[in-house]
């Protein structure tokens, strides 16, 4: 038990690591990005980099260098953030179980709760005769670490780029479609992963391209609820 | 902006996204057992949100315009396909994302 416990931290990180690599060529390209973004709108490293441990939420960081360029209008800052945060609802409601019990690591894992870390947590299982908390804990821990890291260093270096990186943006997208696919192999029925490739298509075509995350989560929400009897009855969730 | 004004921007900034991400895990705190309702939506929603994330990760392509997708189509059915086949992610993921610079770099 002693020793178990004193390797524990080791074993998760270890364990950790190895989920969080894609993440690491996403976040380190879109952190350099976000951080060259900042620089030629006249901000110093120092903006990208505090922006990433405070905020932490990369489309929102990205929308603020912009707003720091215009007037100073805190509500409509306020409210402009809340609608792009606003999906993050349901990674907290779908990781309330996950998260359960996870003691005081539980505050930074909350706060950290990114689209990618959300993805992966949600996804990785964790490995027998490691803690689940520390597990988590060093996910999100590492990927904070290269989204800060990158818009350090993309805040320093400026527009300067040793090589042509178009396109490496894709790799965010390539590990959804791979965590996407993973979960439909997992269940029986894809009632949910249906309900959600069609919510957001269809919402894409009617609200376009700036504003339909809000109501495809209305719509899914919905579809859910409206067809929880099938969809339960199907199960296979985990 | 002053730079009082800077702060205040982005900390407004953080306390949105604070709000998001802690209320449900505030509104269900670990005392009372959780609604069997929010359960279920806990269980149901990843499927459904990793639909959303695809999407939205493609919101900005034109069907319509040049390029008509073709490179995200071509390199997500490498990554698919090569995922089907090996099922390991990194190599999927990477495969997927080497298809695509190579497209969008020297293709179209």
């Not at chain 1, 912009?66 to 792009?84: D, E, H, K, R």
């Not at chain 2, 209320?23 to 057992?33: A, C, D």
Request: proline content about 3%.
């Amino acid at each position: 038990m002693n020793k178990k416990s004193k390797n524990g931290g080791y074993a998760a990180l270890k364990a950790a690591f190895p989920h969080t690599v894609p993440v690491m060529a996403g976040y380190l390209f879109l952190g350099i990005s976000y951080g060259i973004y900042a620089n030629v709108s006249g901000f110093n490293f120092l903006y990208p980099m505090m922006m990433g441990i405070i905020v932490y939420g990369g489309s929102l960081e990205f929308v603020a260098v912009s707003m720091l360029l215009g007037s100073f209008a805190p509500l409509q800052t306020f409210l402009v953030a809340l609608l792009i945060q606003a999906r993050h609802l349901f990674y907290g409601i779908a990781m309330l179980e996950k998260y359960r019990g996870t003691g005081w690591k539980k505050l930074y894992l909350i706060y950290t709760l990114s689209d990618e870390t959300f993805s992966v947590n949600c996804s990785a299982k964790v490995p027998e005769g490691v803690d689940k908390g520390l597990f988590y804990f060093f996910i999100s821990l590492l990927d904070q670490m290269y989204w800060v890291f990158g818009a350090a260093l993309g805040g320093i270096l400026g527009s300067f780029i040793p090589f042509n990186t178009e396109g490496l943006d894709f790799v965010m997208t390539a590990m959804f479609v791979v965590i996407f696919l993973e979960q439909w192999l997992k269940e029986k029925k894809h009632y949910t992963a249906l309900i959600g490739v069609f919510a957001s298509a269809g919402c894409l075509l009617v609200f376009g391209a700036d504003s339909f995350l809000i109501p495809t989560m209305v719509c899914i929400l919905c579809f859910l609820t409206v067809f929880r009897k099938p969809i339960e009855k199907a199960g296979g969730f985990e | 902006m002053t730079l009082s004004q800077e702060i205040i921007t982005i900390a407004v900034c953080a306390l949105a996204t604070v709000i998001c991400r802690f209320l449900p895990f505030i509104v269900f705190s670990g005392k009372r057992e959780t609604p069997e309702y929010i359960r279920y939506l806990g269980k149901a929603l990843p499927a459904a949100i990793f639909a959303m994330l695809v999407v939205y990760c493609l919101k900005n392509v034109s069907i319509a315009e040049w390029s008509h997708g073709l490179p995200e189509l071509a390199a997500i059915l490498v990554t698919v396909g090569l995922h089907l086949w090996k099922r390991k992610m990194l190599l999927s993921v990477a495969a997927g994302t080497l298809c695509y610079m190579l497209l969008v770099q020297f293709v179209f």
